[in-house]
């Protein structure tokens, strides 16, 4: 913006200050602006900074780049989640103007009658400093001006005081801001540090049973599941991820590579959700009750891990949506529900949402199941295919979890276009899936590392060496070091990452 004196180009910013830009608790935030005016004053700026609900205001003195003076730097550390606020102010800065002049005009070898004025001028701006000064300062700045009006000493005595260390340090505590101009507000997302370093292992629940006597796998608990955090957490990881824990429908239930005929041990995909035994906000019966989720919860947190919950927004045709809320869903022409469809691929076991035919319902009805799992304790998701979902829906979701919750991260399971990867960045999403998976040469990785290097202001990239549904054929040939030789480059080239069943 442009007042008395510019200011241009704050940052951090994204999309011109539509969306917030992104920070976690201790991080440091570097925030830059160009500030200018006419002429040569010396102009200076103040980064101001407003914790979450306004409890705490710090200004912060900026400095200039040492060879572009005109840009000016400012930092601080956010120590809570939630909303912050930033605004760079800029300001003429009287006193460095009147240094500067005196400085020069002394070097050149002017004397007490050519510095008259400058004297005088000084003078008057250190009483005005020392009218607005603490009491414990204000002496000091007093001195100043008397002695730059000592008229029976020489030039160098008079402004000796004026010029010090002491008393510049003082002003710079507490200047004089003449042409006080406001520059825009400008938001921060604080979130806790886990969203932006932290490390993901994904595993199934149901396949932690192990085999009965005859060799048959048997299904995982959620006290099966406890026991098998003790190797993840030995394995150093942060958090772990589970895909659906719901129940899975039993209408249209795939089998084997696909197939509509499955057999009595097909127990279906955990994506395909709801049944007589619930939808979204129950668990699956052979895993256990929310009580037995409970205590994994539990045992989590004394092994210092954290469980993520998959949320996929799709329902099966047996799901309680299906039954009582058809207008979730797109219904065609002969009154049959949609199901999902990427041809030729065909997916007869769930339904898509479709977010426009009832919005208000559906907003109202995932937000209470979200809801729902973090007050039991769940703080983070991974979203399955967000981009396959309104953008503004996820907006008003996430903001409005955050509204009681700041601490719950979410992260975009989006393999998509950058536009859309991207965008539902700014959106909110607290991290987000890559490429990476997929890049595997020297100059793909390079290229890969220079994307989200230049994106890092907006994404925070969780890179996954794998997951349930991609191997890439590299992993499929090149064994346990390719392995090791992913998760290193992941664990190095982000500060997320994370790895399907290593």
């Avoid at 209470?368 to 907006?395: C, E, I, M, S």
């Avoid at 950058?418 to 607290?430: E, M, T, V």
Wanted: hydrophobic residues 40%; negative net charge; aromatic residues 10%.
């Amino acid at each position: 913006m442009t007042g008395r004196l510019g200011i241009d180009d704050v940052r951090p910013q994204i999309s011109g200050r539509l969306y917030p830009a992104k920070a976690v608790v201790g991080e440091v935030v570097p925030v830059t602006a160009l500030v200018w005016r006419e002429g040569h004053d010396a102009v200076s700026a103040t980064l101001n900074v407003i914790s979450p609900g306004g409890a705490e205001t710090v200004a912060i003195q900026m400095t200039p780049e040492p060879l572009n003076q005109d840009r000016v730097h400012g930092v601080f550390v956010p120590d809570a989640p939630g909303t912050w606020t930033f605004r760079v102010d800029a300001w003429s800065d009287v006193f460095a103007t009147w240094r500067n002049a005196v400085t020069k005009k002394r070097g050149a070898g002017q004397g007490a009658a050519e510095l008259a004025n400058d004297l005088a001028h000084g003078a008057d701006l250190f009483d005005r400093a020392a009218a607005q000064a603490p009491a414990d300062v204000a002496p000091r700045l007093r001195e100043a001006a008397v002695g730059l009006r000592a008229g029976d000493r020489d030039v160098d005595a008079r402004v000796e005081l004026a010029l010090s260390d002491e008393v510049t340090g003082i002003l710079a505590e507490y200047p004089l801001r003449d042409l006080l101009v406001h520059g825009p507000i400008c938001e921060i997302s604080v979130e806790r540090r886990d969203a932006l370093v932290n490390s993901w292992y994904e595993l199934f629940p149901r396949s932690t049973g192990g085999r009965d006597e005859q060799g048959r796998p048997v299904h995982g608990t959620f006290a099966t599941t406890a026991q098998a955090l003790d190797r993840v957490a030995a394995m150093g990881f942060d958090t772990v991820y589970f895909p659906p824990i719901h129940p899975i429908g039993e209408v249209n239930r795939k089998g084997r590579n696909n197939t509509l005929t499955p057999d009595a041990t097909d127990v279906g995909s955990p994506w395909a959700i709801g049944s007589a035994d619930g939808g979204h906000d129950a668990v699956h019966p052979e895993l256990g009750t929310v009580e037995d989720f409970r205590a994994l919860l539990a045992r989590a947190e004394e092994l210092g891990l954290e469980i993520a919950l998959d949320l996929a927004l799709q329902a099966a045709p047996d799901h309680p949506w299906a039954r009582d809320h058809r207008d979730f869903f797109t219904e065609l022409a002969d009154g049959t529900i949609a199901y999902a469809e990427n041809p030729p691929k065909k997916y007869q076991d769930i339904y898509p949402i479709n977010f426009d035919n009832n919005p208000t319902a559906i907003y109202d009805e995932v937000y209470r199941v979200v809801k729902y799992w973090t007050d039991l304790g769940v703080r983070t998701f991974r979203v399955d295919n967000p981009h396959t979902k309104p953008a503004n829906f996820w907006q008003w979701l996430i903001a409005r979890i955050h509204e009681t919750d700041p601490d719950v991260i979410f992260l975009a399971e989006a393999f998509t276009r950058p536009a859309r990867l991207y965008g539902l960045a700014k959106l909110g999403f607290s991290q987000s899936y890559t490429y990476f998976t997929w890049k595997t040469d020297k100059q793909e990785l390079t290229e890969f590392a220079s994307e989200i290097r230049d994106a890092a202001d907006i994404s925070r990239p969780n890179l996954f060496v794998n997951t349930p549904d991609i191997l890439h054929e590299s992993l499929q040939t090149g064994g346990r070091a390719m392995f090791a030789i992913r998760a290193s480059l992941a664990a190095t080239m982000s500060p997320l990452w994370g790895v399907y069943s290593g």
